[in-house]
């Protein structure tokens, strides 16, 4: 009975994340409320305690200082303007093909989702690349898609633990410092965003061929204003600072982030008089905190009756193909962020594992989401914010696509952590 309502729990937390059903004309069910819903019931049942709780937040509090850290750095330099000065000044450049210009995009993405994170990206660039495509092509919407893709799938496997916040989580807990996380999946990234560039490149090849008539984008301005190229020189030196850190205090980067924020927040303040309460209370995507707490309970819930022990004996003996082929196909069926908690679990309950399987399931995590809008909350973000720009994704073109990026991909990407 108590494995049938933790069953239940999970699944009511993962398909009211995905629907969002409204109540009433005003109030609509979101991720943190689907989340804290499930760990009620758990807790109600007696399938969850009150020591879980503490151990979660003992785990997750340094991962969640590092994560509103980010959140407030981002607002602070969206505040100021920088990714828009950023985009303006490739699109406004007249002597730029659609076919180059797609690639600067594609690889501003890949900057942004791995010195910010991948929601940041998403939610930023999407509607920024779109509205700025369609004012240098008025006439020609078939670029739309392919541009949408390109900041999409440019969200791959996660160079830094900073740069998605479901592998911070689970690279605290596994003790997993920045150096070491980077020095075994940088090298792995870049692999993936290769082979994603190359694929998207043949998917759009008849649209990034077209020359279509341009309009001009302008910019106010040359360059970068000064409190830009200041943010920019901050994030440069924050990232920068990351591995110094960590090679010193064994990991402390919460406090090289915390420190980013506070003079992300003192530039935007002084530069442009942005709202502190604006950059804490709409910067910092407080739901989100709060459905990454309630899914680790969850996923404790799952670990307290037996479903991860099951998913442990898949795992023991298995090869890094696939246990990153499952916690892909389950990433992109159940979302990666309770995935990858149950993952982490599963392996801490498998005879013989290690960072190499911790690894595996972070990878099937980043890249499985791309199979299926489900999978993560970066792909329902995008695809909202897609529809806002009236840039319609189906749903089978979503499959299609994110199926030939994601499969050579993964496969790629788990070999090369093979043989790395």
Partial sequence: MLTLLAYSAFAMTVSLSITRPRIGPRWQIGPAQAA???????????????????????TLWRPFVTIV?????????????????LGEMVFSRSDTSVSRLFSSVFFLAVL???????DASVLLLTPLVLSLVRRRYPSEPRLYLPFAFAVFTAVGVAPFVVSNPMNMIVAAHARLNFN?????????????WLIAYAILRVIFAKELGLTPAMATVSRSGAGLEPAQRLMLALLVLVVGSYPIVASIDGGAIWM?????????????????????????????????????????ILAIGLRNVGFVDSLASIYEGASLGVVGATAAAGS???????MAIINLLALEATPGSGPQEILAVLIGGDLGPRLLPI?????LLWL???????????????????????????????LFLQLW
């Fill in 180 to 192: 070491e996380y980077a020095a075994r999946m940088l090298p792995i990234a870049v692999v993936g």
């Fill in 256 to 296: 090289v982030s915390a420190t980013g924020a506070v003079l992300a927040v003192a530039l935007a303040r002084l530069s442009c008089r942005a709202d502190l309460v604006d950059l804490l209370g709409r910067g910092v995507s407080w739901n989100i905190l709060v459905f990454l707490l309630a899914v680790f």
């Fill in 375 to 379: 999978g993560s909350l970066a792909g």
């Fill in 69 to 85: 850290s980010i959140m407030i750095t981002t607002a602070a330099a969206h505040r100021l303007g920088l990714l828009m000065r």
């Fill in 36 to 58: 804290t819903a499930g760990v009620a019931l758990l807790f109600a049942a007696r399938i969850v305690h009150v020591s879980d709780l503490l151990s979660a937040a003992h």
């Fill in 112 to 118: 942004t989702s791995s010195v910010l994170n991948n």
């Fill in 332 to 338: 992109a069926v159940l979302n990666n962020h309770p």
């Fill in 384 to 414: 909202e914010a897609c529809r806002r720009q009236r840039v319609d994704v189906s749903l089978g073109q979503f499959v299609k696509i994110g199926f030939l990026v994601t499969m050579p991909t993964l496969a790629a990407s788990l």
